[in-house]
């Protein structure tokens, strides 16, 4: 443990460039603009769905509750649609200061993470690129390996994924880029 902490500042620093980045790319720049389309006739659509008052958390729409999928009826419910798997967010506008610490701390756990990782494979005097391709790759991995199974499995749109995917490798060419610069001798 005291071995991963003489690596704080590559930590510390690269978990704030990529917090920097990260919000560049989502905030000044119209990289992500397009992750979620509007539905058809909106305002009708939230007008018929308020009355129920969905509770935030994840939904599948149509659930199979008795978990058989192969059920003639769950099949007619898939076959009518509309088939959804949605996030309910809180109403009102949500708290970006508790979003941006969370966010802030997965940054500094990948981090940490990815130090435990290098300090294991890259020994101390390393030159710069041979912890760059190491640490890059353990980086990239956490930030951008997760998404896949959103598009697999949950059918989320394959050209936000891939959006994100590259989100990941600058993400990681930053974190690699930080910790080669800060490598002990």
């Known amino acids: 443990m005291s071995a991963v902490l003489s690596l704080w500042l590559p930590i510390l620093l690269s978990a704030v460039f990529v917090f920097i980045l990260s919000g ?26 308020r009355p129920f008052d969905v509770p935030p958390g994840d939904y599948m729409l149509p659930a199979c509750n008795d978990g058989n999928y192969n059920s003639p009826e769950f099949k007619a419910k898939l076959e009518a649609g509309p088939n959804w798997i949605v996030t309910v967010l809180p109403k009102g506008q949500g708290a970006m200061g508790l979003t941006f610490v969370q966010w802030l701390i997965f940054l500094l756990v990948v981090s940490f993470f990815t130090a435990y990782v290098a300090l294991h494979a890259v020994p101390a005097g390393t030159h710069y690129l041979g912890v760059f391709r190491i640490v890059g790759t353990v980086a990239f991995l956490a930030y951008a390996a997760a998404q896949w199974p959103q598009s697999i499995w949950m059918r989320k749109s394959w050209c936000s994924t891939v959006r994100f995917t590259i989100d990941g490798l600058l993400y990681g060419l930053v974190t690699a880029g930080t910790f080669a610069w800060l490598w002990p001798e």
């Open 24 to 49: 560049v790319l989502h905030m000044a720049l119209p990289w992500h603009k397009n992750d979620y389309r509007p539905v058809p006739d909106e305002d009708k659509v939230r007008d018929a769905l």
